[in-house]
């Protein structure tokens, strides 16, 4: 016969793990939600807004993705047709957004919508916001369609700094489609897939989004003597 007092120590035990459990339910229900903000977080942080005036025309506005920190620089990987034009295009952190600085144009590759590449930097110490990241590149993905992907850009007509989540349609040799479409205003922005940059956006006005892989990034910044640095 189990005594009063024990009992109760048997029920409250009971209770205690009763209420363990449903903490650690509730725990692994929300913490990858707080881990897949933090990673969205750090991936816009690598993300800038690009703004450009070619001396004849209207004013242009793509995304750019940073894929090196230096002390005093910033370098930025965008598409060709953005910054066109313009040797001074303006740049805007994420991390600080509404303040524009003034980037220089180092390097500019054909007027191919899709595959024309730029490499823009951003000088001095002053004008770089705290809490940049360059990007993680995945120069060995392996494409071919069906793979889930994220895009990061600056659409004009959905509101700033749209978060838009799709597939790779398809893959010819560095050419890369993906569904849903996205605004022009994401040229020039990073394609990722599980955290890292997999392909860069060209066209976004077509109804199959098109870019390339990230391969021909690295290989484009080679030329100028930039490496790439993964993000931390």
Known sequence: MVNEPRLSMLVLSYRVRRMAGRALFLLAM????????????????????????????????????????????????????????DQQPKVEFFTKRN???????????GDDEVRGLALLVVRGSENLPRGLTSLSLEGVARLSGGEDIMVIGFPRNAGPWAIVKGNISSRQGRDLYFSPSVESGHSGGPIFQAGKVVGVVGSGSQSVGQGITIGSVEDYMEGFGIAAQDGE
């Open 99 to 109: 303040m524009s600085v003034t980037a220089e144009v180092l390097g500019l590759e």
């Open 30 to 85: 929300f913490v990858p939600q707080v881990v897949q903000a933090e990673d969205i977080a750090r991936l816009q942080a690598g993300v800038v807004k690009i703004t450009a005036k070619p001396p004849q025309g209207t004013t242009n506005v793509g995304t750019g993705f940073i894929v090196r920190v230096d002390k005093d620089a910033a370098y930025i990987v965008t598409a060709a047709h953005v910054v066109a034009g």
